[in-house]
């Protein structure tokens, strides 16, 4: 049973301005698109590090970011880093009120996840880990994030990783991982009293992550997530997967969608295990029909493409893996993120290394969208862009993401939000940044 654990009633203050719809990079490759989206703009606090920022856009103006802060978080004493913080706009990424912890107290608080309701477009709700990352919490606002209530998902006894967040009504379900087992919490009431399942209860022994969840017109909960090795380095391919619950998360079915070959090292970069393989993302348009964006290597310790995928079937089948990236084959790709909107719209994001030279790490950040369904898409956007005083961004893109995932919105006027992380490398300072645009 789900106990709440405390309500904060919080007010925001409006920052900086950000230019829109300036036009910039017109003619860098003749593969890119016009790019109507604005030059990357950093968000949250100045100090410290900011990463692995989520997003979510309701139906009235407003656009949330929830992202952990390491570092002393300002006005705050009981604030462990990293502290999960908010950042709300009230006009379409206008302009935004400063940052502000959402949960102020001192456990620390773990892998950011915010959606808002796609019934009513207005309802609210977070999910991060917490406790040394044993409790999964959940948080809802009914308020435009004024103000919070908050749950817990799961009390557990061990490390959790990679909560990944999808709701529907009062349907909230919450996908994590205990090493090898990946289990989700279902809760049938707004979020007040969860259910745990373990969704791969023979998994051999490594580790399963998710990336993507999403809920369909008929109540049908999806989850993406890979499983990894145990090994230290990873010495067997990863498995991608979708599974389906369509009783509310009280049982599950699971399809392979992919084999990926062993992740690539980055070792240069302080690179945790993985880091730079196989990841999936998630999401259903309002007809009902499922995206799956993913990226996976067709060799062991190679590069890797990403790679998108649809099903008109609930799940029950895929459309051929399509390759997305007008890249060259030997490119590395990661980094996956989807959004969709109307039936048809989809909008995809990924990072690749084209513009690196020899020997070196040069990211960017690239954007693609179609309103087929992803039949025929536009030409690729480059979102990623120069930005003075920062060490770990070049003319030519930024030294490496800082962060396993970051995100995307679309807002009630049909725009595009994009937030993502850069860094030195994965444990260097760091930040986020965003963009908006069509």
Known sequence: MISSIGQFQWLGAVARKFAVLVLFGVGVQAA?????????????????????????????????VLYPQYGAVPNCSTCTAPTMALLISDDNGATWQASRPILPIPTGQFDAQIVVDPLDRQTVYAAWLQNSKRDVIVARSLDFGRSWTFSWAERGREDADKPVLAVRGTDVYV?????????????????????????????????SLAGGATVDLAGNVYFGWTAYTRQQPPTRPVSVYVSRSPDGGRTWNTTLLDVSGVPPTCDLENCETGFLGAQIALTSDSAGTLYALWNAGETNGGPERIYFSTSTTSGASWSA????????????????????????????????????????????????????????????????????????????????????????????????????GEGQDYKSPGSIWYTRGR
Do not use: C
């Open 321 to 420: 893996k399509a390759s997305v990236s007008s890249a060259a084959a030997e490119v590395e790709h990661g980094f996956p993120a989807i959004v969709a909107g109307a039936s048809g719209d989809v909008r995809i994001a990924w990072m690749d290394m084209r513009a690196s030279a020899p020997r070196e790490m040069i990211w960017n950040t690239f954007y693609r969208s179609s309103t087929n369904g992803g039949a025929s898409w536009s030409a690729e956007t480059q979102l990623s862009g120069p930005a003075r005083g920062y060490d770990y961004i070049l003319p030519t893109g930024f030294r490496f993401p800082f962060g396993d995932y970051f995100s995307m919105a679309i807002d009630n006027e049909g725009t595009t939000h994009v937030v993502w």
């Open 175 to 207: 996908g994590f991982n205990h090493d090898e087992k990946f289990f989700v919490a279902a809760s049938h009431d707004a979020g007040q009293i969860f259910t745990v399942v373990n969704v791969n209860p023979n998994e051999g022994p490594g580790w």
């Open 32 to 64: 890119y698109a016009v790019n109507a989206f604005a030059p990357q703009t950093r968000l949250g606090y100045r100090t410290g590090d900011q990463w692995e920022p989520a997003m979510a856009a309701d139906g009235h103006g407003h656009v949330y």
